[in-house]
């Protein structure tokens, strides 16, 4: 499938794909940085399309959604390839793979059609586009999205917001309910995921300001690279203003994973942050990951 958002032109054959602020330019027969857009022949082409690497049925819950349609369940599906690099990754199974192996290789074709037949088999309320970027199948992940709406079914999208305007205004019309990624401020992209803060703050303001979408958003936190007072200050502030004290809140403890060595996060700094946001008014603020007494789970504040 012909990629969308990318124009030629450029010397060798080389094309520049315009899906996220990477703005990859790619020469002839290689991929961008997601691994899953590859210039063939002077044209970007998609290769996840109906390429999915993990379908699965899953509780809303899980995305985490806690206050969209809850108590139902989503029919879950991702691919290969994402467009940032985060260093404390808990998906690289998934997001740093391309099209290239042996496991890709074995992946099925599955239309959109046929994902939402899954849906509607397994009596789910919606599809959703999780758990590697869905960005970097954004053409795939249109037509499952359009699909499910023709079958009445609800669409989410679950994204770390790395994605440039154009693209995010032909995409974010189809989704119904997102949880986005806002991972860290100060210089906490740069040095951690090989990105950048602004286009992913505008993804949630354009989502539930202008399009009246249903927002949540997860704060990973991880201990001695964004949770310091300043840096969770920062993200409150951004988020009371830009969005309203209404947003949904999740904040996580992180896990070690993907080779990155910070340590996993104490209980008493998720429920620090959930004070500091109870105290600025937010009153959905929900914990994701915490172990407490041998218990693993979220739960709702
Ligand atoms: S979507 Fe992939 S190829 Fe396109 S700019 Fe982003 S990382 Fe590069």
């Not at 679950?158 to 990624?181: H, Q």
């Not at 104490?266 to 429920?271: M, N, R, S, Y």
């Amino acid at each position: 499938m012909e990629a969308k958002f990318w124009h030629g032109g450029l010397e060798q054959n080389a094309v520049q794909c315009d899906l996220c602020p990477r703005r990859c330019v790619i020469a002839e027969g290689r991929t961008g940085f997601c691994h899953v857009r590859r210039n063939r022949a002077g044209r970007l082409i998609a290769e996840t399309w109906e390429r999915p690497a993990a379908l699965q049925v899953d509780p809303i819950e899980k995305k985490p959604l806690a206050f969209y349609r809850p108590g139902t369940r989503t029919f879950s599906v991702g691919t290969f390839g994402c467009n940032l690099g985060c260093r404390f990754c808990q998906n690289d199974h998934l997001s740093r793979h391309g099209m290239e192996g042996v496991e890709a290789a074995k992946l099925p074709v599955v239309s959109a059609a046929q994902i939402v037949d899954l849906a509607c088999r397994y009596q789910c309320e919606s599809v959703a586009l999780t758990y590697n970027e869905p960005t970097v199948f954004l053409e795939y992940g249109m037509a499952i999205l359009q699909a499910a709406r023709e079958r009445k079914l609800g669409t989410v999208l679950v994204s770390n917001g790395y994605i440039e305007a154009a693209p995010r205004r032909e995409f974010y019309p189809l989704v119904e309910a997102a949880n986005i990624d806002v991972k860290g401020f100060g210089s906490f992209y740069e040095s951690l995921c090989s990105g950048t803060l602004p286009p992913v703050l505008e993804s949630c303001r354009y989502f539930k300001r202008e399009l009246g979408g249903h927002l949540e958003i997860t704060n990973l936190l991880i201990p001695g690279c964004n949770d310091s007072a300043e840096q969770l200050e920062a993200f409150l502030d951004w988020a009371a203003e830009e969005l309203g004290v209404d947003t949904v809140l999740h904040f996580s403890a992180y896990f070690p994973a993907g080779g990155f060595r910070a340590p996993a996060t104490p209980a008493e700094t998720v429920l620090r942050a959930c004070d500091m946001a109870a105290a600025r008014g937010f009153e959905r603020i929900l914990t994701g990951n915490l172990r407490l007494r041998g218990v693993a789970g979220g739960g709702r504040k």
